[in-house]
């Protein structure tokens, strides 16, 4: 994936409210430097300046905050994913749009996303990206130091990822721009049954 910034339009996003009439939790999962909080941002700003409520949920943010009594073991790692899934749960219930940006690397995790926040309130978004690809833009030097074994359990190196099995999206970012990226998101959110 590109990682320039987008140049996505927002003119269209008038049609993009009128077409979405449910808020709901699009969950992006993948590897540390996948694109999740990226597009994440990206796909705020354009529900945003469609005029719905959106609350941007990342493991950066909850780490700093809610999450900041938790560490990287297995167990807090869980208990993570979980909190992160109960905020984006009450805030679909108040009407907001969750965008939510967590590595969530075992298919444990992803089931239990789904049963607390409801599969039908939520969008899936896996982001398939080689490890390769994801060294490449690390701009925080993690994968560096989980190669040289200062960071244990590092998800992609010395932990493993599991695909999720059911995903409403995949999107193999080191092959599509920032825009082909957002706009298959965009066109699978307008898809999502409204019930």
């Not at 796909?43 to 990287?72: C, S």
Request: contains cysteine; charged residues 25%; aromatic residues 6%.
């Amino acid at each position: 994936m590109n990682t320039q910034r987008s140049s996505t339009p927002l003119a269209g996003d008038i049609t993009l409210r009128a077409s979405i009439v449910k808020p709901m939790a699009i969950w992006f999962s993948g590897l540390s430097g996948s694109g999740k909080t990226t597009l994440g941002q990206i796909i705020e700003k354009r529900l945003r300046a469609a005029g719905m409520l959106v609350k941007l949920l990342d493991g950066d943010i909850l780490r700093d905050g809610l999450n900041n009594n938790l560490g990287f073991s297995l167990t807090d790692r869980h208990e993570n994913i979980r909190r992160a899934a109960e905020v984006s749960k009450l805030f679909v219930q108040s009407g907001f749009f969750t965008i939510n940006c967590f590595i969530t690397p075992t298919h444990e995790l992803q089931q239990m996303v789904k049963d607390i926040i409801g599969e039908e309130n939520l969008m899936s978004v896996y982001l398939d990206t080689p490890v390769e690809v994801c060294e490449e833009r690390d701009v925080k030097g993690l994968y560096r130091k989980a190669r040289l074994g200062v960071i244990p359990e590092f998800t992609g190196i010395s932990s493993p990822f599991e695909p999720p099995i059911h995903s409403s999206v995949i999107l193999a970012t080191h092959r599509l721009s920032i825009d082909e990226a957002v706009e298959q998101v965009i066109a699978a959110l307008i898809k999502m049954p409204i019930e």
